[in-house]
């Protein structure tokens, strides 16, 4: 490397020293968020310079006269050369959930600390290392599946379970993401017709860029977010006008709602709803998220909250749990994702121009989502961290008062100020803030005061709070609508095994089965969360984060097996390590959610408590349905939970087996990665 280079990597590398070491040090004094950025940047920077290129060069010998499965099987429709930079756009599209956004900020209830110094490990070492080498896996196996690959590299009994566990981790996925859109929108006309609007214009985009003006995509997506843009100030006259009933929706009827777009999303034509949404999705995401970082760059707020809180010690009012294991399957997608190994493993390596653009696509898309969690931490921290609690709390603990509020919340050691948060309520346009928990209300009050501080001043902080909420409810509408489609057809694929007229995608009957099915499973989980008196994220967002830590475990046994089955099994190092952190923080997690004592953990504790509390008449008559379906809903999650642990660990002990046989024979003879 050229001296100057070599001079300019150094000055980065010890910015980001510098920047880290100043946010993990700092106690009491002010503390500015730009410390974060500074350390954000120059951890991905680094990561990317060399972390990258050494996985690409040594581990995964890209080589761009090796055709890719775009050129070998080019079909105009599923497999198409694209250039890289619009791969990485779609790539991010589709592995840009919810996650990264509601994840961090509700970890931070254990302080800001431990959330940071996961998300930028974790996503340099681990994260980003899974969506790379499971692209590259799939690229030279010709777009395979990771069902697929995990059946043909470990053995029959690991891909049956991977594919088990792949459509029952769907299932909990999809409904805890219509729980959040749930918590966020529910008694808000505002926030549920802005987001309500959004379809239509979809569907207006599709119409136009199939039928009015066929391949004019930027032009539809301009319309789109005009119109979307339109709706969010249009949001504020439905809000105070004649049509507020029609939108001001409780938790139950909102759940309904969900569902019931759910289903037709997955039927529609993937034209017609699905890739104007995608579209639209994609210019809404990546615009926010370049507007929020040059928000913080140019406001530069202190950071509030403390690097560590009390509830380090499992006694959290937001989930129970210790920070060990809990605040890092909660973060999950700011670090890493199961999820995006099925994305990694779909449409993306059938797009590939080269295989030198998998280190862009995979490995540099998961950095920008990463970043997009440390902003989402940054937004809760900078707010006082007595609304935090106050937003994030459920009302079984804090009630529905905010005088109420601030007398719990300062029994833990942080103030509250009634009125304070009355204006705030009032200024961003709700009637309540209270318990919106879940996540999107907080991030979205941050952005609004970030936005509002940089554009505009307080006269638009509603404006800026519906918008904020919308571009939420976009990211998961469009991972809701596309992990229906998917969960469709793998129930078709499974069915089609029974009768093959019903594993016809063609065919109207099968499709509306499938997609029934499908919807029925994840709106059950999202039904029981919205009747869940701590507001369901206590429970099931654990179990979430379970579920897709536990499918990047099973793909990084995946990649650890074909490195170990290669000429050079020392790389399986390289994967072997976040798969070991991986298995240690998600199988103690699932123990102590199914069988901790502490019943604000343990799903059987707490089915238990209930039982009692009904033995003992200690239930009102109209609460006693509400109760019978809380104790089987949290025995139902213990049974999942360890449905979930079981199907792992069947994949990773079949895969030591071949570990084990691989290393004792021969030496292999595959490249890295390639297929054996």
Not at 30 to 36: G, H, R
Not at 496 to 515: D, E, I, K, M, Y
């Amino acid at each position: 490397m050229p001296v100057v280079k070599a001079l300019a990597w150094s000055a980065v590398a010890l910015a980001g020293a510098v920047a880290l070491g100043t946010v993990a040090l700092a106690r009491g004094e002010a503390l500015s968020s730009a410390w974060f950025l500074v350390a954000a940047l120059c951890t991905y920077a680094v990561g990317y310079r060399f972390y990258s290129a050494f996985l690409a060069a040594r581990a995964l010998q890209l080589d761009d006269a090796r055709p890719t499965p775009a050129h070998r099987r080019a079909d105009g429709k599923d497999f198409v050369p694209t250039h890289r930079w619009v791969v990485f756009g779609h790539h991010f599209a589709a592995i840009a959930g919810p996650g990264p956004l509601v994840g961090p900020i509700l970890a931070a209830q254990f302080g800001y600390l431990p959330g940071v110094l996961y998300i930028l490990i974790g996503v340099v070492l681990g994260g980003a290392v899974q969506d790379f080498t499971i692209l590259v896996a799939s690229l030279r196996r010709d777009g395979k599946s990771l069902g697929q690959m995990v059946r043909e590299e470990i053995g029959p009994v690991g891909g049956a379970a991977a594919l088990a566990g792949v459509l029952a981790i769907m299932v909990i996925l999809i409904g805890v993401l219509g729980l959040v859109v749930v918590n966020a929108m529910f008694g808000s006309p505002w926030a549920t017709s802005t987001v309500a609007a959004t379809i239509p214009i979809a569907l207006l985009m599709g119409v136009y860029m199939v039928h009015v003006r066929p391949g004019r995509v930027l032009e539809a997506s301009l319309i789109g977010v005009a119109l979307v843009l339109l709706a969010v100030a249009g949001g504020r006259w439905v809000d105070q006008g004649a049509l507020r009933a029609f939108f001001d929706l409780d938790k139950r009827e909102l759940a309904a709602a969900i569902t019931s777009y759910g289903f037709v999303a997955s039927v529609l034509p993937v034209w017609l709803l699905l890739a104007p949404r995608d579209y639209l999705s994609a210019f809404v995401k990546i615009g926010t998220v370049a507007l929020l970082a040059a928000g913080l760059l140019w406001v530069r707020p202190d950071v509030r909250l403390p690097a560590l809180t009390r509830f380090v010690d499992g006694t959290g009012p937001v989930f129970s749990g210790k920070v060990f294991p809990f605040c890092f399957i909660t973060i999950a997608c700011g670090a890493m994702s199961g999820f995006h190994a099925l994305i990694s493993s779909g449409t993306t390596p059938k797009l590939l121009e080269r295989e030198s653009d998998a280190r862009i696509v995979g490995y540099g898309a998961m950095l920008v989502e990463s970043f997009v969690a440390v902003m989402a931490l940054l937004s809760a921290a900078v707010m006082e961290p007595g609304v935090y609690f106050a937003m994030n709390a459920p009302a079984a603990l804090i009630g529905v008062d905010p005088a109420h509020a601030a007398q719990v919340i300062s029994s833990w050691g942080f103030s509250l100020d009634p009125a304070y948060f009355t204006e705030l309520t009032r200024s961003v346009g709700e009637q309540t803030l209270l318990s919106r928990t879940g996540g999107a209300p907080s991030l979205a009050i941050g952005m609004a005061e970030i936005f509002s501080r940089a554009l505009g001043g307080d006269a638009f902080r509603a404006l800026w709070y519906h918008f904020a909420i919308m571009f939420e409810a976009l990211f998961i509408l469009t991972t809701l609508d596309a992990g229906t489609r998917v969960g469709r057809f793998m129930i078709q694929d499974l069915l089609g095994n029974f009768w093959a007229p019903l594993g016809r995608t063609t065919s109207l009957p099968a499709n509306l089965l499938a997609s029934g099915l499908i919807v029925a499973g994840w709106g059950y989980f999202l039904y029981q969360g919205v009747i869940d008196p701590f507001g369901g994220i206590n429970s099931l967002w654990p179990l979430f984060g379970i579920a897709n830590q536990l499918l990047a475990a099973t793909a990084l046994a995946l990649v650890t097996t074909i490195f170990v089955k290669s000429e050079r099994p020392r790389f399986a190092l390289l994967t072997l390590a976040p798969l070991a952190w991986l298995l240690s923080v998600t199988m103690t997690a699932g123990w102590q959610k199914i069988f901790a004592a502490d019943r604000h953990i343990g799903f059987l504790a707490q089915a238990e408590y209930l039982a009692d509390q009904i033995s003992q008449g200690l239930v009102s008559p109209e609460k006693l349905r509400e109760t019978h379906a809380l104790i089987f809903n949290n025995r139902l999650d213990a049974g999942v939970t360890a449905l979930f642990m079981f199907l792992v660990a069947v994949v990773v002990l079949d895969a030591a087996r071949v570990w084990w046989r691989s290393l004792r024979g021969p030496a292999g003879v595959a490249r890295p990665l390639e297929a054996s």
